[in-house]
């Protein structure tokens, strides 16, 4: 059984559309994250959800809006694509107390926006 | 807000080299270090983790090192193999922020 699981794998779409990306995890884990890796490979924090509401939201432009209709799903919905959202998203969870067991992450999901 | 920075950016060893990846963090509350691997096109993993209550921790090959008061935690990998060839990332989290930040990566190559 896939811990943390995203669909899906490869996402390629044109400029302006809009496109979803699915996270769920089988954990019991509650908390959720969307983190975006760039081409260099950094990793940075979008959005974290604890038991469906809403922790973290960081800078991010409000074309991307995130829901987490219950602590085992948070998805990712992207409004108006432009090609700098080109990036490897990753989903991630971990439990209340993040320094126990820190991030499981998942597969992650690799959009091209052309 | 926490601020984490890697060096090096790439690393490249010869196969049965030690490899060392350095981070130094900002926020003094700072408690809980963890190291990722990422191979390419995966999922980064948890390898080994660090708690601020202790200085050093091994896991057969790798071990972690930690200095609260230079603000700065290491990686030692020993007898490198090429299936270490991986990007390796540092972060730190801090009480009460529920989020980990992230260093930028160090690239290993081992070379057979």
């Known amino acids: 059984d896939t811990a943390v699981s995203q669909t899906p794998k490869y996402l390629v779409t044109q400029m302006g559309n809009d496109k979803s990306i699915k996270c769920e995890q089988n954990?019991?884990?509650?908390?959720m994250y969307w983190y975006k890796q760039d081409s260099k490979k950094f990793l940075k924090i979008m959005f974290s959800?604890?038991?469906?509401?809403?922790?973290i939201n960081e800078t991010v432009p409000n074309r991307f809006s995130p829901k987490s209709p219950d602590k085992a799903h948070l998805n990712l919905h992207i409004n108006s694509l432009e090609l700098g959202d080109s990036a490897v998203y990753f989903c991630?969870?971990?439990?209340?107390?993040?320094?126990?067991?820190?991030?499981?992450f998942g597969s992650g999901t690799r959009l091209t926006v052309v | 807000g926490e601020n984490v920075e890697q060096h090096p950016s790439t690393l490249s060893v010869q196969e049965g080299d030690s490899a060392v990846i350095k981070c130094t963090y900002s926020?003094?509350?700072?408690?809980?270090f963890p190291w990722y691997k990422q191979e390419l096109g995966k999922r980064p993993q948890l390898i080994i983790d660090?708690?601020?209550?202790?200085g050093e921790k091994k896991d057969q090959r790798i071990a972690v090192t930690l200095n609260k008061t230079a603000k700065h935690f290491s990686l030692h990998i020993t007898e490198t193999q090429p299936e270490d060839s991986a990007v390796y990332f540092c972060?730190?989290?801090?009480?009460?922020?529920?989020?980990?930040?992230f260093g930028t990566g160090t690239r290993l190559l081992v070379s057979p």
């Open positions: 991630a969870s971990s439990t209340g107390t993040l320094q126990n067991y820190g991030y499981t």
């Open positions: 954990l019991g884990h509650d908390t």
């Open positions: 959800y604890n038991n469906k509401e809403l922790i």
């Open positions: 926020d003094s509350a700072s408690n809980y």
């Open positions: 660090i708690r601020s209550n202790v």
């Open positions: 972060a730190a989290s801090t009480p009460g922020f529920q989020k980990l930040v």
